[in-house]
Structure formats: structure tokens, C-alpha cells
């Protein structure tokens, strides 16, 4: 037996602990004092297994995101009922928890450096680069980087892959429940656009209520549902369809219907 511990990708388990505990103390705050944090569904964290999970989320900041939802995920282990009320939780937190971000914004500065030693699985990102859009093909080892954290424990993934709310649902997603037939439970925030920056790191507006509610996991076929059915599935799980939004102008219409169609045709790569 080893004495470092260390998870699949070679994290030393002990420091990641120092990490998520560190940055939870730093962070509670932003959730119960400068705002606040309405939660829904703890019970259904503490149905779920202990890995082959995987959540999927609307997406509203790069950062402030993710740690609400480690927040709340081991308060809920912890037996708080839909609070992070008194943050003893974090210090011993789940240890086998992911999330999904893009290569080029956990690499962009020493603090997401250190934040994506705390879980990130990090990715290239097919169709954006720079902020420049481009088109390239999935790298083999992103995917199979998210099926050994799906395998070791609980994964956050943000299947829009942008923190643009309405954007179609990539098709590498589906693909990816497909592959490796996870529990998938939905996730759906709110209010963190408001209270925070695109990162997530500065408070730009106090008094913010901001929300996460957890649902039930989705019922999938994974041998017989088509990638297409499962992608519906997503976008009404994470209340992102289109007919979500009231009023969808022509505009919205056709920008939404046009980044569809480009999609598919980027996403070719899932069928060869």
C-alpha cells in the first residue's frame, strides 16, 4: 500500500484535501453572507453512489459555480438538509469529485492552477480557442480522462460548454453517457450571473439570491436512446431548451437554429 495516496490522475490526495478546504473557508462567505444560497434536492446527493456519477449543469461563471456545488454536495453528505449552514463539513470533504473545464482557462494563472488540482479534468475545447472559434477533432484522451473520473467518482460537467445561457447542448455529452452508461443527475442554477463576475472570483452585487436545485436522475436507455433523444433530454433536464425562454425573437431564433446545424456538422467526428 502506498504511503501518498493518490487519485487516477496522480493528485496526491492529502494536498487536494488542503486545497478544497482552503478555498471552502475563502468561499462560504460569498454563499451565505455577501448572498444567499437557496438549495434543493440534498436528499438525492445522498441516494447516489459513490462514483459512476455525473452531473450536468447550465453554466453561469467559470468558477463560483463548481465550488458552490462542492459545497453542497458535502454538506449534504455531512446530513444537512438543503443547507451549508456551519461549514465543519469542508473538512473532510468527498475526494472523488470532478469537474470538466477547458485546458486553456484552468492553465491561465497560478489560482486555477490551483483550482484544477482540487478536480478539474481538464479538456481542449473543439470549437473555440483563444477566444477565437475553431475546428478540431475530440481528443481520444479527453474522453477517455472523463471516463476514469466517472469511474473513480462523482462528475461536473457543463454540456453547453459556454457560460452563454440557450446554447445548443454538445453532442459529446451524450456521447459520453452513451459510452460509459453514468447516473446523470441534473443540476440547475441561478443568480450567479448576477452576483458575480464571468470568472467568478470577484462579488460584483451583494444581496443576490442565488439558487441550486438538484433533480432526480434521468431515466436513459443507453443502448437504444439516439444521441439526438438524449441531447432533448439534457436541454428540458437543465431547463435550457428554447421553450424555456418566453419570448424567442426571430433573431434568437435563427442564431440558435444556425449554431445547431454547425454543431452537427462539427460533432460528425461522435458517429465515425
Same mark, same amino acid.
Given at each position: 500500500?502506498?504511503?501518498?495516496?493518490?487519485?487516477?490522475?496522480?493528485?496526491?490526495? $492529502?494536498?487536494?484535501?488542503?486545497?478544497?478546504?482552503?478555498?471552502?473557508?475563502?468561499?462560504?462567505?460569498?454563499?451565505?453572507?455577501?448572498?444567499?444560497?437557496?438549495?434543493?434536492?440534498?436528499?438525492?446527493? =445522498?441516494? *447516489?453512489?459513490?462514483?459512476?456519477?455525473?452531473?450536468?449543469?447550465?453554466?453561469?461563471? +467559470?468558477?463560483?459555480?463548481?465550488?458552490?456545488?462542492?459545497?453542497?454536495?458535502?454538506?449534504?453528505?455531512?446530513?444537512?438538509?438543503?443547507?451549508?449552514?456551519?461549514?465543519? +463539513?469542508?473538512?473532510?470533504?468527498?475526494?472523488?469529485?470532478?469537474?470538466?473545464?477547458?485546458?486553456?482557462?484552468?492553465?491561465?494563472?497560478?489560482?486555477?492552477?490551483?483550482?484544477? +488540482?482540487?478536480?478539474?479534468?481538464?479538456?481542449?475545447?473543439?470549437?473555440?480557442?483563444?477566444?477565437?472559434?475553431?475546428?478540431?477533432?475530440?481528443?481520444?484522451?479527453?474522453?477517455?480522462?472523463?471516463?476514469?473520473?466517472?469511474?473513480?467518482?462523482?462528475?461536473?460537467?457543463?454540456?453547453?460548454?459556454?457560460?452563454?445561457? $440557450?446554447?445548443?447542448?454538445?453532442?459529446?455529452?451524450?456521447?459520453?453517457?452513451?459510452?460509459?452508461?453514468?447516473?446523470?443527475?441534473?443540476?440547475?442554477?441561478?443568480?450567479? =450571473?448576477?452576483?458575480?463576475?464571468?470568472?467568478?472570483?470577484?462579488?460584483?452585487?451583494?444581496?443576490? *439570491?442565488?439558487?441550486?436545485?438538484?433533480?432526480?436522475? *434521468?431515466?436513459?436507455?443507453?443502448?437504444?436512446?439516439?444521441?439526438?433523444?438524449?441531447?432533448?433530454?439534457?436541454?428540458?433536464?437543465?431547463?435550457?431548451?428554447?421553450?424555456?425562454?418566453?419570448?424567442?425573437?426571430?433573431?434568437?431564433?435563427?442564431?440558435?437554429?444556425?449554431?445547431?446545424?454547425?454543431?452537427?456538422?462539427?460533432?460528425?467526428?461522435?458517429?465515425?
Amino acid at each position: 500500500m502506498p504511503l501518498i495516496k493518490r487519485n487516477p490522475f496522480g493528485h496526491i490526495l $492529502f494536498l487536494k484535501k488542503i486545497i478544497i478546504r482552503a478555498c471552502g473557508v475563502v468561499s462560504h462567505a460569498r454563499y451565505r453572507k455577501f448572498n444567499s444560497l437557496r438549495i434543493e434536492g440534498s436528499d438525492v446527493i =445522498r441516494a *447516489l453512489p459513490e462514483k459512476n456519477v455525473l452531473f450536468i449543469s447550465n453554466h453561469q461563471t +467559470y468558477f463560483a459555480d463548481v465550488a458552490a456545488m462542492i459545497h453542497v454536495f458535502n454538506a449534504a453528505l455531512c446530513g444537512r438538509d438543503d443547507s451549508i449552514k456551519n461549514i465543519g +463539513y469542508i473538512w473532510n470533504p468527498k475526494l472523488n469529485v470532478y469537474y470538466v473545464a477547458a485546458g486553456e482557462t484552468m492553465k491561465s494563472g497560478l489560482l486555477p492552477k490551483i483550482f484544477a +488540482y482540487a478536480g478539474s479534468v481538464s479538456i481542449d475545447r473543439t470549437w473555440r480557442n483563444s477566444g477565437k472559434n475553431v475546428n478540431r477533432q475530440v481528443k481520444n484522451s479527453d474522453i477517455s480522462n472523463i471516463g476514469k473520473a466517472i469511474n473513480d467518482g462523482w462528475v461536473i460537467t457543463f454540456p453547453q460548454g459556454t457560460t452563454t445561457p $440557450f446554447k445548443p447542448i454538445r453532442r459529446g455529452t451524450a456521447h459520453i453517457i452513451k459510452t460509459y452508461k453514468p447516473v446523470v443527475v441534473p443540476i440547475v442554477i441561478d443568480g450567479f =450571473r448576477r452576483s458575480f463576475d464571468k470568472k467568478g472570483l470577484r462579488i460584483k452585487k451583494r444581496n443576490v *439570491l442565488q439558487s441550486i436545485v438538484i433533480k432526480e436522475p *434521468l431515466e436513459i436507455d443507453y443502448e437504444n436512446e439516439e444521441v439526438a433523444d438524449i441531447i432533448t433530454k439534457i436541454e428540458f433536464a437543465i431547463e435550457q431548451h428554447p421553450s424555456f425562454l418566453k419570448v424567442l425573437s426571430p433573431k434568437d431564433a435563427e442564431e440558435y437554429l444556425n449554431e445547431e446545424a454547425v454543431l452537427n456538422k462539427q460533432r460528425e467526428f461522435w458517429s465515425s
